[in-house]
């Protein structure tokens, strides 16, 4: 079993910078953070292999957002930079069971209870 703790959301204006920490419980494999904004689906923002190799979901947070994770510490980091009003959701830790690259919600079998990131305009 794996157990993830997210911190580190809260409310920012716009253009603002914030860093999203998962701290986890048992053995990891492939990180993910989703994000689920009020009213839409939950949708993947990116993933990072044991290795350190990092998949991001495509144009929205490229180049905003950086995944990274501290294997020692079983933590996995999700820091957003230039923050848009969009950005607003609660954001998810997921864990895979494996060393998957996929990005389907159903492929990560390990979840944390969010945290929420408000961005002001």
């Known amino acids: 079993q794996v157990q993830l703790v997210e911190s580190g959301g809260g409310l920012v204006q716009a253009g603002g910078s914030l860093r999203l920490s998962c701290a986890a419980s048992?053995?990891?494999?492939?990180m993910g953070w989703f994000r689920q904004a009020p009213g839409k689906e939950r949708e993947f923002v990116g993933a990072i292999l044991w290795s350190g190799r990092v998949t991001y979901r495509a144009d929205s947070v490229k180049g905003r957002f950086t995944i990274s994770r501290d294997n020692g510490k079983n933590a996995v980091y999700l820091q957003m930079n230039s923050l848009k009003p969009e950005d607003t959701a609660v954001y998810y830790c997921?864990?895979?069971?494996?060393?998957?690259?996929?990005?389907?919600?159903?492929?990560?079998?390990?979840w944390g209870q969010g945290t929420q990131v408000t961005v002001s305009s």
């Open positions: 997921a864990a895979r069971p494996d060393y998957g690259l996929g990005s389907a919600i159903y492929e990560f079998a390990y």
């Open positions: 048992g053995r990891t494999y492939t």
